[in-house]
Nanobody, 123 residues
C-alpha cells in the first residue's frame, strides 16, 4: 500500500506561482508512474500532468508551458510547479500513483490517490 499526502496549496493572485508537493509513504515510488489531477467545483476530475519513473512527462494542453512536474525518488516525492496561474486553475489538486513505470493520462489507470490540496486563484 502507498499513502500519498499533498501539500502546498493555498490562495494566490492571478499570475502568481505555487509549488505543490506529494509525499508517499508505505513504499518507495521508484518503479511507479506518478500523476497530478485536478477537480474544479462542479466538474469532473481531469488530468494535469504525469511523470514516468524516468524522464517522460505529459501535460494537459491547458497547463503546458506554465506547469512543471518533477519527482525525487530519494525524497519519495513528486512536485508540481505552477506558474502564471489563472482563475480557471482553481481546483482541488490530487496526486496519484500507478504500479507501472510509464506516465499515463488516464485516471482509471492509477492505483493510489491522495486526499487533495485546494488551490484558489483570485482575480
Amino acid at each position: 500500500q502507498v499513502q500519498l499526502v499533498e501539500s502546498g496549496g493555498g490562495l494566490v493572485q492571478t499570475g502568481g506561482s505555487l509549488r505543490l508537493s506529494c509525499t508517499a509513504s508505505g513504499r518507495t515510488i521508484s518503479g511507479y508512474g506518478m500523476g497530478w489531477f485536478r477537480q474544479a467545483p462542479g466538474k469532473e476530475r481531469v488530468f494535469v500532468a504525469a511523470h514516468s519513473d524516468g524522464i517522460i512527462t505529459y501535460y494537459s494542453d491547458v497547463v503546458k508551458g506554465r506547469f512543471t512536474i518533477s519527482r525525487d525518488n530519494a525524497e519519495n516525492s513528486i512536485y508540481l510547479q505552477m506558474n502564471l496561474l489563472k482563475p480557471e486553475d482553481t481546483a482541488v489538486y490530487f496526486c496519484a500513483a500507478r504500479t507501472w513505470t510509464s506516465a499515463d493520462q488516464t485516471q482509471d489507470d492509477y492505483d493510489y490517490w491522495g486526499q487533495g490540496t485546494q488551490v484558489t486563484v483570485s482575480t
